[in-house]
T-cell receptor, first 109, second 112 residues
């Protein structure tokens, strides 16, 4: 079967750094996506990794290790507006996205 | 229209009724998708369309049908709604099936 695992919830402090992990087992791999979803809103695209290594985009970075079936999203200089759910999704051999249940990130002042 | 829109925003529906959720995009994207999102579960793909005139089944297609008569519109129909179809439904589109997906604002559907 196909499986994407993420922690259900994490808490961090404003101004700090947080790492959200994602492990996956899928039928084929054609890239990994991270999305942000604020409560009651639609998911919005954050990052995409298809090769091993780190992709940096401002305060957000995403890392991929294909051999380990592992990715993380790193958020730096946390702001209150970063309170949201973060969704990990893997594109499988059929080019369809398999989604994790999401990690709810709570930012405290 | 800018981006991708869905209608209605929310709906309460009696079991057994027929319902069509509308989705329109103005980005000229080839691929479109319908997902449902339930608490504690990841987004689950219902149906997809890689290009106008073609559709395919996703992970949870039973009880749902779609059509793709043109590039812009991708309606989702529940032929006879059941309470287990209570969910938030998101429509999404992408330039092709290997690009990032853009999501509509969602439709919150309650079936009683």
């Amino acid at each position: 079967g196909q499986n994407i695992d993420q922690p259900t919830e994490m808490t961090a402090t404003e101004g700090a750094i947080v790492q959200i992990n994602c492990t996956y087992q899928t039928s084929g791999f054609n890239g990994l996506f991270w999305y942000q979803q604020h409560a009651g809103e639609a998911p919005t695209f954050l990052s995409y990794n298809v090769l091993d290594g780190l992709e940096e985009k401002g305060r957000f970075s995403s890392f991929l290790s294909r051999s380990k079936g592992y990715s993380y999203l790193l958020l730096k200089e946390l702001q209150m507006k970063d309170s949201a759910s973060y969704l990990c999704a893997v594109r499988d051999s059929n080019y369809q996205l398999i989604w994790g249940a999401g990690t709810k990130l709570i930012i405290k002042p | 229209i800018a981006g991708i829109t869905q209608a209605p925003t929310s709906q309460i529906l009696a079991a057994g009724r027929r319902m069509t959720l509308r989705c329109t995009q103005d980005m000229r994207h080839n691929a479109m998708y319908w997902y449902r999102q339930d608490l504690g579960l990841g987004l689950r793909l219902i149906h997809y369309s890689n290009t106008a005139g073609t559709t395919g089944k996703g992970e949870v297609p039973d009880g749902y049908s779609v059509s793709r008569a043109n590039t812009d519109d991708f309606p989702l129909t529940l032929a006879s709604a059941v309470p287990s179809q209570t969910s938030v439904y998101f429509c999404a589109s992408s330039e092709d099936n290997y690009n990032e997906q853009f999501f509509g604002p969602g439709t919150r559907l309650t079936v009683l």
